[in-house]
């Protein structure tokens, strides 16, 4: 049987673990066993450990959780980074692993160490410019000296990894015309982050459910509801989406802005008011994954705006592919990934130029030509981009590769 081992610093009992690793590894171990390295935060580990071993179970994937570390900063990444290349090079001298898959910036690095010790090639999965985001979100203030050091160390371990690696996948178009510029582009694959559209399908949740939903967030059927769903803060544009709404109100005054997230209330109400809206116009709830498509379908569209930078070219937001699985209308902002793109060609939503000196102009023509939309149309048109399937029978078609 073919053996794989799978590198992840985000943990698999987090939301991103549990909607973007695992769908993935469950799906590829058909002919093949897995060893899944992962960081969990203690608290979510306690609380969904158990659910993540019933999930894996039945499957041929073996996981091996370590602890996060969170403090002090820097020193504790090196930490758990020195602790997952010890217990990856102890598997490796246990198992004939043909491929070593390494999802992020920090897990490549430890891929390419493990190349140099033990021959095994690497799958660089990269999921964003991880130094030039660190940058760009100001994390990584350039004007401090010993940031300026990590930035450089990282863009000179990023040159390694692009050339040791035995193939790359990006998330989005456009970071592959930018890496193809200094890499061969055969060793490049785009896989977006994609969905699972058996469960983000719209046609599978009843209509009691919705019902559900809208008691359990106390709207009307003759609320006009626009909803967000993820974090906020850093990259999310929180007040540009909230200048948006109050255009929205004036226009629907019925309007409701419904917020997925597990950020604070507080701070969602506290920006809320700068913007003249007051509590009762919003609804904020955070819905386990399991759940959102009943809540999301309550929406009539749905938006997201992110920091348009030269990092988040490469970047693609799961929240597009779970909301065009559920055939739901988007306005989003340009500049970000495939996105702009994608909503052209598919005719799915709308692009807001956040840049221009009105970037709500026509929005109530914009909101008319949106309600027209066909969610059937939407969700075959995700598909042939965001399903899951499509995701997994790229991975294979690499993984093939490194077949012996």
């Not at 991103?16 to 469950?26: A, D, E, I, W």
């Not at 109530?364 to 309600?371: A, F, R, V």
Request: charged content about 25%.
């Amino acid at each position: 049987m073919h053996k794989t081992l799978y590198l992840s610093y985000d943990g698999m009992t987090d939301p991103l673990g549990q909607s973007q690793v695992l769908p993935y590894l469950c799906n590829l171990d058909d002919d093949r066993e897995i060893h899944l390295i992962s960081c969990e935060k203690s608290t979510e580990y306690h609380k969904y450990s158990e659910d993540i071993q019933q999930v894996i179970s039945s499957k041929n994937i073996t996981w091996h959780p370590l602890v996060y570390h969170k403090f002090p900063p820097i020193l504790s990444t090196v930490w758990d980074m020195w602790k997952i290349q010890k217990l990856a090079s102890s598997l490796i001298k246990q198992q004939s692993f043909e491929l070593v898959h390494c999802r992020s910036h920090l897990m490549g690095i430890i891929g390419k160490n493990l190349k140099k010790k033990f021959g095994i090639p690497f799958l660089f999965d990269m999921r964003s410019f991880f130094p030039d985001e660190r940058v760009d979100g100001n994390l990584w203030p350039q004007s401090k000296f010993i940031y300026r050091l990590i930035y450089k160390y990282f863009k000179n371990q990023e040159i390694k990894m692009f050339n040791l690696a035995g193939h790359i996948v990006v998330l989005t178009n456009a970071a592959k015309d930018i890496l193809s510029k200094h890499i061969e582009s055969s060793k490049i694959t785009v896989i977006p982050c994609c969905a699972d559209f058996h469960h983000f399908d719209y046609r599978s949740i009843s209509a009691e459910e919705i019902e559900d939903a809208r008691e359990d967030m106390q709207l009307t059927k003759n609320n006009f509801v626009l909803t967000y769903l993820g974090s906020i803060g850093t990259w999310y544009k929180l007040n540009e989406m909230l200048a948006l709404f109050k255009e929205l109100k004036l226009l629907k005054p019925e309007s409701i802005f419904l917020i997925l997230t597990s950020g604070s209330k507080d701070l969602i109400y506290k920006i809320a008011k700068e913007y003249s809206l007051i509590p009762s116009d919003l609804r904020i709830k955070f819905v386990p994954r399991k759940d959102l498509p009943r809540y999301l379908l309550l929406s009539h569209v749905s938006i997201f705006f992110i920091q348009s930078t030269f990092s988040k070219l490469a970047s693609s937001p799961t929240k597009h592919a779970e909301l065009m699985g559920l055939g739901i209308p988007v306005i989003a902002n340009s500049g970000i990934g495939d996105t702009d793109k994608i909503i052209q060609e598919t005719y799915s939503g709308s692009l807001i130029d956040l840049e221009s000196l009105d970037p709500f102009n026509n929005l109530s023509t914009k909101i008319d030509k949106l309600l027209m939309l066909d969610k059937q149309s939407i969700r075959e048109a995700g598909q042939k981009i965001f399903d899951l399937e499509v995701g997994i029978a790229a991975y294979k078609t690499i993984y093939l590769k490194f077949s012996s």
